[in-house]
T-cell receptor, first 115, second 113 residues
Framework: DTGVSQDPRHKITKRGQNVTFRCDPI?????LYWYRQTLGQGPEFLTY????????KSRLLSDRFSAERPKGSFSTLEIQRTEQGDSAMYLC?????????????FGPGTRLTVL | GNSVTQMEGPVTLSEEAFLTINCTYT??????LFWYVQYPGEGLQLLLK?????DKGSNKGFEATYRKETTSFHLEKGSVQVSDSAVYFC????????????FGQGTTLQVKP
């Protein structure tokens, strides 16, 4: 069990640029979640996948955000035309799915800074 | 909708002091409740959890009891250490169990020697 990994750990970009983050979940986990955390706040849910199916998206996920999990393993989160308000820590978590409770394990996060 | 409210921080304690961090929630049905901890420079880690009323979650000397009558899940530790300094998040998963975690805003704990 190598844990949830995220890449890159830090990303600095200029406003208007596109960025893509990657998350590798724990290998046997079916569910994968994306959250966003801004300074001094708790994480906020963005979206989640059950295998390759994206089952729920938050209203926070504007049209500029897209997430994929093409083979039910790793996932990518892309932000197009970044804005300064997108600066945050993007967290990925994974879980087995179906358990009560369904315990989520978090990666270290990708910190995005939009200049 | 579901929500979690935590006490404002930061909380500053001396080593070996008693800790309480208050957490209350709003949810329909019977949510599952969690405490996560974020140590400086590290990712979120599950500290403890409880799935039904009167359950007590415990780990590393920390405890929290699921109180449905007061919709609370307060975190306690009898004797804190400097190494407990971190940000603590209370969270819930609603009874529909889509798995979506709803977090409180976090409480920073600083323990001084």
């Amino acid at each position: 069990d190598t844990g949830v990994s995220q890449d890159p750990r830090h990303k600095i970009t200029k406003r208007g640029q596109n960025v893509t983050f990657r998350c590798d979940p724990i290998s046997e986990h079916n569910r994968l979640y994306w959250y966003r955390q801004t300074l001094g706040q708790g994480p906020e849910f963005l979206t989640y996948f059950q295998n390759e199916a994206q089952l729920e998206k938050s209203r926070l996920l504007s049209d500029r955000f897209s997430a994929e999990r093409p083979k039910g393993s790793f996932s990518t989160l892309e932000i197009q035309r970044t804005e300064q308000g997108d600066s945050a820590m993007y967290l990925c978590a994974s879980s087995l799915g179906g358990g009560v409770p369904d315990t989520q394990y978090f990666g270290p996060g990708t910190r995005l800074t939009v200049l | 909708g579901n929500s979690v409210t935590q006490m404002e921080g930061p909380v500053t304690l001396s080593e070996e002091a008693f800790l309480t961090i208050n957490c209350t929630y709003t949810a329909t049905g019977y949510p599952s409740l969690f405490w996560y901890v974020q140590y400086p420079g590290e990712g979120l880690q599950l500290l403890l959890k409880a799935t039904k009323a009167d359950d007590k979650g415990s780990n590393k000397g920390f405890e929290a009891t699921y109180r449905k009558e007061t919709t609370s899940f307060h975190l306690e530790k009898g004797s804190v250490q400097v190494s407990d300094s971190a940000v603590y998040f209370c969270a819930l998963i609603g009874s529909s169990n889509t798995g979506k975690l709803i977090f409180g805003q976090g409480t920073t704990l600083q323990v001084k020697p």
